[in-house]
């Protein structure tokens, strides 16, 4: 094969075959990935929940990952918010002229771990190419399905005041480290993505209690975002322990250094749970017990007033408002 | 104004360093300070070490209060 | 929490004396103060006053549309600090020239300016110098480096601010000043002492909750005495001479000047902007910078809001066309603009 892609692997030539055999067959190999039009799947009786979601990051590979386990992990991670096991997985690309063969390979290999790992089967998939400069390197789209776990309803409408509030780990670190990995600012600093695919982390907790309000995971916008969002969405009010939130000590340094907040950083392996006060400890200690998330922590409660506000307690033994961030994030010196 | 970053200096070379903050590490323009060893606390701000720093900030507020006989 | 801050909390909230006006000066304590929930636990008698002290909130409207003119109409590569972005010029905010394709880019610091100049020899960049005695050194060592390089293609748009004769300007809008550590640390405490003789009390704060709780009860504690005060309440980075050598610095490559502060106007030699000796750096003289009136909103009543003669609810502005994500003046800007943070706090 070629040593990067061209506009032929686009066409439905046998150039276009050989980078499906070559590359995506190999990686994601499963009984389900079809050869025909579509896959034709069986899913168990109940409900099902599906997603889809486009991928475009800057650099497409990162300490800690790549466009390809990001794919993967942002559409398993929302489908398993709903409580459903991700079971199918359809990929789509869009691939700029010149992009190397190499690179494609080594995010189609991270894509396929991930999947195994999740627990999902891609199951059909596209490939377009694109003239150079007409897209920036690589975009993935992918969208999923999965059988809803019965006895489970979670939904951003459902937070109840008294609930307990756990995030999974230390927050901001996938944001921090995009924003590392571009350069801009010229510092250093050992920080990786936490992106991660999350149904093993969920399906711990829902063995040990069906009774959860929320489930939300934290991608662009960070933890701050979704919290506003559930405390639009449920019509309460919430209230954060700004000392228990989990932050590591890079991301806090970085932070400092350009003026940003943590919570505002993205995420892409962390969830939020509401849940009963009464579920919470069980709710914690099952997910200290799992890969990605031993560092979960009660950040807060959900409370009748101050609906639609997020209030942090703060150092001092005073209240604050959250700032709601405006628009793009923008370090500062003042 | 000013966001100041206290770090620590980890390297000192010809009116640069690299300092350290919480292990986010950034080259700055050190020549404002003088006889700036590995080790030394400094402000950090905009990418120019502009103080030193020497103490932390609880000494400080006891050593203040205290001075002004309010405690 | 530590002792010395429940020491300094309860002399906060426990005063029960004659109502107080506190001034901080400083954008990051205003937003430390915010951050850190401070607000909440004053008692009425004392009011805390957030002034023109972050360099976004007072750099004029027409200095943004100089900025825009270099970038729309000179083709520059624009470099400034994340900040200046979102504040709106006449017809567009920076943010707005970026969309229009004009190169504008975030930089932590004026050196990465120079660097990025040097990487793109084809480009002509210029940083956007704002900031007062914290901020000026370091745009003082970008042009000397960029001198020392013979960089032909790097400038700086001046818009640096000086504090002391803004303090004298601001006389009498408070019972006493809250001063900023970071520009204190280059200028050193003469000014406040001077200050202090004319009658005008202060305290100079770090940007720690152990280090404003200490400023805030250290001033409530002076008050009560009644006689003009200054105490230097951050002793492990303030000195009283200052830093000599970043003084020494800037007035190699800079001078005073007389210069427009958004709000408040003119105020003579409080501006700085660079020798001529560094002329072929300044950007207005590079570019021919034609004179370029900006044309605040005539309703926007930042200035007041600024020198505390107004609430940000008085402005007629205030919540209706000028909200966070609709920022009409300055104040509304960043999160801890007087304005913004008054908008999001009165719905708390």
């Keep these: 094969m070629e040593n990067v892609i061209t506009l032929a692997h686009g066409s439905g030539s046998i150039q276009t075959n050989e980078l499906i055999n070559g590359i995506f067959k190999s990686n994601f190999d499963n009984p389900n990935l079809t050869a025909d039009d579509a896959a034709v799947l069986s899913l168990d009786d109940g409900k099902i929940a599906m997603s889809t979601d486009g991928f475009i990051v800057s650099p497409y590979e990162f300490p800690g990952g790549n466009i390809g386990k990001l794919a993967i992990c942002g559409t398993v991670n929302d489908i398993a918010c709903m409580g459903a096991k991700p079971k199918y997985l359809t990929c789509s690309y869009i691939i700029e002229e010149g992009f190397p063969v190499e690179e494609l390979e080594k995010i189609a290999k991270s894509m396929g771990d991930t999947a195994r790992k999740a627990g999902v089967q891609i199951v059909a998939g596209d490939t377009k190419v694109a003239g150079k400069g007409q897209v920036d390197k690589i975009f993935i789209t992918t969208t999923g399905v999965g059988n809803i776990v019965e006895g489970v309803n979670t939904s951003g409408a459902f937070a109840k005041p008294g609930d307990k509030i756990i995030v999974t780990g230390d927050i901001g670190r996938h944001g921090c480290t995009i924003l590392l990995a571009r350069n801009e600012f010229n510092i250093d600093a050992d920080i990786t993505s936490d992106c991660a695919p999350l149904w093993n982390n969920i399906e711990a907790v829902l063995n040990e209690t069906k009774d959860i309000h929320v489930i939300r995971d934290a991608t662009r916008g960070g933890v701050g975002t979704v919290l506003y969002e559930i405390a639009h969405q449920s019509n309460v009010g919430i209230s954060l322990e700004s000392e228990k939130i989990p932050v590591d000590p890079g991301v806090r340094g970085v932070c400092a250094m350009l003026g940003l907040e943590p919570l505002y950083l993205a995420c892409e392996g962390r969830l939020v749970f509401f849940v009963p006060a009464s579920e919470a400890d069980k709710v914690l200690s099952a997910l200290q017990a799992c890969e990605n998330s031993e560092k979960a922590a009660i950040i807060g409660e959900v409370t009748e007033d101050n609906v639609g506000k997020v209030i942090l307690n703060t150092a001092v033994g005073a209240k604050t408002l959250l700032s709601r961030p405006s628009g793009e994030l923008l370090p500062r010196i003042c | 104004m000013c966001v100041g970053l206290p770090a620590r200096v980890v390297s000192v070379n010809d009116g640069t360093a690299i300092i350290d903050a919480n292990g986010a590490k950034r080259d700055v323009r050190a020549e404002l300070l003088d006889d700036l060893e590995p080790g030394d606390y400094v402000m950090v701000h905009a990418g120019v070490a502009i103080a030193k720093i020497n103490s932390d900030d609880e000494a400080e507020g006891s050593e203040v209060l205290g001075l002004l006989n309010i405690s | ?348």
């Excluded at chain 3, 303090?167 to 200028?187: E, M, Q, R």
């Excluded at chain 3, 009543?301 to 007629?316: A, F, I, M, N, T």
């Design chain 3, 1 to 348: 929490m530590n002792e010395i801050i429940e020491k300094a909390r309860e002399i906060i909230t426990s005063y029960d004396g004659p109502k107080v006006r506190i001034m901080e000066v400083c954008g990051t304590h205003t937003h430390e103060i915010f951050r850190l929930g401070i607000r909440s636990l004053l008692p009425e008698n004392i009011d805390l006053i957030s002034g023109p002290g972050c360099p976004v909130c007072v750099t004029p409207v027409g200095f943004i549309d100089e900025a825009l003119y270099l970038a729309l109409e000179k083709n520059c590569l624009i470099t400034t600090f994340g900040d200046l972005i979102k504040v709106p010029g006449t017809e567009m905010n920076l943010a707005g020239a970026r969309a229009k394709g004009g190169n504008i880019r975030p930089v932590y610091s004026p050196d990465d300016a120079v660097e990025i100049a040097k990487e793109n020899p084809d480009e002509q960049v210029v940083f956007l110098s704002v900031g007062f005695e914290t901020t000026t050194p370091s745009s003082c060592l970008a042009v000397k480096k960029a001198k020392e390089l013979g960089l032909n293609n790097f400038s700086i748009l001046t818009a640096n601010k000086s504090m002391p004769n803004a303090y004298l300007k601001l006389k009498g809008s408070a019972d006493a000043f809250i001063y900023p550590g970071h520009v204190n640390a280059i200028t050193g405490n003469a000014v406040c002492k001077k200050l202090k003789e004319d009658g005008v009390s202060g305290v100079v704060a770090g940007f720690t909750a152990t280090e404003l709780m200490t400023a805030l009860a250290v001033t409530i504690e002076m008050l009560k005495k009644g006689e003009p005060f200054f105490v230097n309440c951050y002793p492990r980075v303030v000195k009283d001479e200052g830093s000599i050598s970043a003084q020494k610095l800037m007035d190699e490559v800079m001078e005073l000047c007389d210069t427009e502060w958004r709000g408040l106007g003119m105020i003579e030699k409080s501006g700085m902007k660079l020798r001529s000796d560094y002329s072929d750096f300044d950007a207005r003289i590079k570019y021919n910078m034609p004179h370029i009136e900006g044309k605040p909103n005539p309703g926007c009543r930042c200035g007041e809001v600024l020198q505390g003669h107004c609430k940000p609810s008085d402005c007629p502005l205030f919540g209706k066309v000028c909200t966070p994500l609709h920022a009409v003046g300055a104040c509304m800007v960043s999160d801890e603009g007087a304005c913004s943070a008054y908008y999001q706090y009165n719905q708390f």
